[in-house]
């Protein structure tokens, strides 16, 4: 069932981007510079972390200028005036695009996590069956992970008609609002999830291990502009060579440690937790993270199936593969640089 306040937040989130679909000039720049927005220092970047440290943009000639943003619908407005070249999410390419009737380009051009990497965690609480008539904690209406919630809980047998969706921002301030009352549960992104486990919290699962290898969601899209990458197809196609020299790196057993190294001086967390955050993403038995990059169909349509769910979605079948393009991916991991 289609929910008014979910249309609402949608119209609200993307109305700046419709006014500026057809961006603005670019000042002249180095050839080899790729800018592009990153989260709040989280494991979702890990992999822009190890090409950053371990040189792999300088081997492939290519300069990353980054972009803090506190929201992907922030990510999205970026991407939309030309002030940044690469964006992320998926679902944000999706409803900015039918929002847009496609005046916005965009185009997802690799799929980093075809998993998200999210802990449920609860207060008072020790299983799903109990999450029935409580209140759950999400970022936003229109967020993604709010998205992966309303997806975890149906595939968990919660039907999430029965619980009440409470907007409380990141996941820290997910956590802050389930520590005094606000809210019973919520998902948390490691290593918050820990720092809540030594808080009180129980935990209920880690998603990819609780929805198992048959689920994909595309949650950090590698998104951009058709027309830009059609333009930079050099420059786009080297920087995903770069990362996916990342991803193969991270999932080396031997590179373990200094991984973890990288996490912590990335995101200012304790050596344990960065170690345990690692143990988590990559000693799980359900990876979060592609072994290379480029696009996974099944993670799009688990992001157009999630989409759907919400409500979030118009009638009538949507083709997921009319919102990626493989062809820049397959190329960074053919072309042998």
């Not at 229109?142 to 969706?165: H, I, N, S, W």
């Not at 992104?189 to 689920?215: D, I, S, W």
């Amino acid at each position: 069932m289609r929910r008014p306040w979910l249309s609402l937040a949608l119209t609200a989130a993307l109305g700046t981007v419709s006014l500026t679909a057809c961006g603005s000039a670019h000042p002249a720049r180095p050839a080899n510079l790729v800018t592009m927005t990153v989260a709040a220092p989280s494991v979702t970047d890990f992999d822009d972390y190890v090409a950053k440290a371990k040189g792999f943009y300088a081997k492939h000639g290519v300069t990353v200028r980054r972009t803090q943003t506190g929201t992907a619908t922030q990510s999205v407005q970026l991407l939309a005036t030309g002030e940044v070249d690469v964006g992320r999410g998926l679902a944000n390419t999706v409803l900015a695009r039918l929002r847009t009737g496609g005046a916005l380009d965009f185009v997802d051009v690799a799929d980093t996590t075809v998993r998200p990497p999210f802990v449920m965690s609860a207060k008072g609480i020790s299983g799903f069956a109990a999450l029935a008539g409580t209140a759950v904690g999400i970022p936003s209406p229109t967020d993604q992970a709010t998205v992966v919630t309303y997806q975890l809980l149906q595939r968990m047998g919660v039907d999430p008609a029965t619980v009440e969706m409470v907007p409380t921002g990141g996941t820290g301030n997910r956590l802050a609002a389930m520590n005094v009352g606000g809210t019973s549960s919520t998902m948390l992104l490691p290593p918050v999830n820990f720092t809540a486990e030594q808080q009180g919290t129980h935990r209920l699962g880690y998603l990819p291990e609780l929805l198992g290898p048959g689920y994909q969601f595309s949650f950090t899209g590698v998104v951009v502009r058709a027309s830009w990458a059609r333009d930079h197809r050099d420059e786009l196609v080297r920087y995903l060579a770069a990362r996916d020299d990342a991803l193969r790196w991270l999932h080396e057993p031997a590179n373990a440690e200094e991984a973890t190294k990288i996490l912590a001086a990335e995101t200012k967390i304790p050596p344990q937790r960065a170690k345990q955050t690692y143990e988590l993403l990559f000693r799980s038995k359900v990876p979060a993270f592609a072994d290379r990059i480029g696009i996974s169909l099944p993670a799009g349509e688990g992001v157009v199936d999630g989409l759907r769910l919400v409500g979030l979605l118009p009638g009538g079948p949507v083709d997921v593969r009319e919102f990626v393009d493989d062809s820049y991916a397959a190329e960074a991991r053919g072309s042998g640089r």
